[in-house]
C-alpha cells in the first residue's frame, strides 16, 4: 500500500470517528438544546455522510464504472421508496 492511499485511508478513518463523536453530541450534549427530532435530523444526515464516504472508499466504488455507481443509487433509491410505502401502509 503507497503512503498516499494509506493517508487517504487514514483521513476517512478520522472522518467516520468524527462523524460517530457528532452523533453522540447530538444527542447527549445538554448545552445546544437540540429537539429530539433535530438531534435525529442531524444524526441522519451524518448517517448518510458516513455511508457514502464507506462505499466510496472502503467499497472502492468511487473508482468504479459510473453506470456501477447508478445502479447502486437507483438501489438505494427504491429501498427509500419502499421504506417509505410500508410507513404508509402501517398508519
Not at 487517504?8 to 468524527?18: C, R, S
Request: zero cysteines.
Amino acid at each position: 500500500m503507497s503512503d498516499d492511499s494509506l493517508k487517504l485511508y487514514t483521513a476517512i478513518y478520522v472522518a467516520l470517528l468524527v462523524a460517530a463523536t457528532l452523533n453522540f453530541v447530538l444527542f447527549e450534549a445538554e448545552f445546544l438544546n437540540f429537539t429530539y427530532a433535530q438531534a435525529l435530523g442531524g444524526t441522519l444526515v451524518i448517517a448518510t455522510v458516513k455511508t457514502l464516504l464507506i462505499v466510496a472508499y472502503f467499497q472502492h466504488l468511487r473508482w468504479e464504472n459510473r453506470s456501477l455507481s447508478y445502479v447502486m443509487a437507483l438501489a438505494l433509491a427504491l429501498t427509500m421508496l419502499l421504506m417509505a410505502a410500508a410507513t404508509y401502509s402501517i398508519s
